[in-house]
């Protein structure tokens, strides 16, 4: 028996029926159930622009570790943080790394 983690058995069951309800009623309700999506967002410290990356997902990472219930691992999967040195942004209004 070979062992699996959750994340491996939710792609491989759509890899499976995704194909056999392509186009059906149950298509949508899968992906209403299923499927979402999350924005990626770039914001200089500098000036008011913002850039968004919309990305969709089954399934998410969560730190659970020293994290005391799921909404306190999805405000860490949400936090903020800032970009510097390497990680700089690249911001296109000021033309500049912030």
Do not use: M, W
Request: charge should be negative.
């Amino acid at each position: 028996c070979e062992q699996r983690d959750a994340d491996e058995f939710l792609a491989r069951f759509f890899d499976i029926i995704e194909p056999q309800i392509k186009g059906s009623k149950e298509e949508q309700k899968i992906n209403n159930i299923f499927y979402g999506s999350f924005a990626y967002q770039n914001i200089c410290i500098d000036c008011p622009h913002k850039s968004e990356r919309i990305e969709d997902f089954t399934t998410i990472s969560l730190q659970v570790k020293n994290k005391h219930s799921l909404e306190e691992s999805l405000d860490s999967f949400i936090e903020s943080e800032i970009l510097q040195g390497d990680n700089a942004y690249y911001c296109d209004k000021c033309e500049k790394k912030v």
